[in-house]
């Protein structure tokens, strides 16, 4: 059982938007900022959103988060097919030693 | 061009000890904490456990506790995860993961597989 939840599945065609949400608490997500990774077949996960809206160099404005709350999104506009992978959340968690970190269950992304 | 490489996994028996080595480059090591993160086969991400820039503050998460044990060789840009104890649902890829105060867990190793079995 993870401490963030999503939706373990998502699905879209291409050119679609598709969302995925993002639920946590008051010591997560509720306090600090969100992240958002995506993990192709196979590879590591990799950095697609940080500090809730922020995207790294590299990663294609189609990729926008949000938050609010204790609740955070991610939006995936104009699908494409090489954008069918898993996407998990995290966050850091209140904690003494400022180290710990959770993550959501992960949403499967399916371009149909 | 940050490179985060792990290496150590493998089969153990139950009960057995492993430990994992993370070797870091193209990054000021001692700068940043440091965490390892792992997968069970087709499961999501679980943080394990994280170590500050100079080693004085540890976490861990309690699936772990009093099992692990995190450090790291600053001189050596290389970060430890000492796995005792050993149980089959340990059984995962173990990934290391560089961190900043900007952009989180922002570099990830390619992952190490540690198969827990008799």
């Known amino acids: 059982q993870s401490v963030l939840t999503q939706p373990p599945s998502a699905s879209g065609t291409p050119g679609q938007r598709v969302t995925i949400s993002c639920s946590g608490s008051s010591s997560n997500i509720g306090s600090n900022h969100v992240y958002w990774y995506q993990q192709l077949p196979g590879t590591a996960p990799k950095l697609l959103i940080y500090?809730?809206?922020q995207r790294p160099s590299g990663v294609p404005d189609r990729f926008s988060g949000s938050k609010s709350g204790t609740s955070a999104s991610l939006a995936i506009s104009g699908l494409r097919s090489e954008d069918e992978a898993d996407y998990y959340c995290a966050a850091w968690e209140d904690s003494l030693s400022g180290l710990n970190w959770v993550f959501g269950g992960g949403t499967k992304l399916t371009v149909l | 061009e940050v490179q985060l490489v792990e290496s150590g996994g493998g089969l153990v028996q139950p009960g057995r000890s492993l430990r994992l080595s993370c070797a870091a480059s193209?990054?000021?090591?001692?700068?940043?904490?440091m965490h390892w993160v792992r997968q069970a086969p087709g499961k999501g991400l679980e943080w394990v456990s994280g170590i500050s820039w100079n080693g004085g503050s540890t976490a861990y998460a309690d699936s772990v506790k009093g099992r692990f044990t995190i450090s790291r060789d600053n001189a050596r840009n290389s970060l430890y995860l000492q796995m005792n104890s050993l149980r089959a649902e340990d059984t995962a890829s173990y990934y290391c993961a560089k961190s900043s105060a900007a952009f989180g867990l922002d570099y990830w190793g390619q992952g190490n597989l540690v198969t827990v079995s008799s």
């Open positions: 500090k809730n809206t």
């Open positions: 193209g990054f000021t090591f001692d700068d940043y904490a």
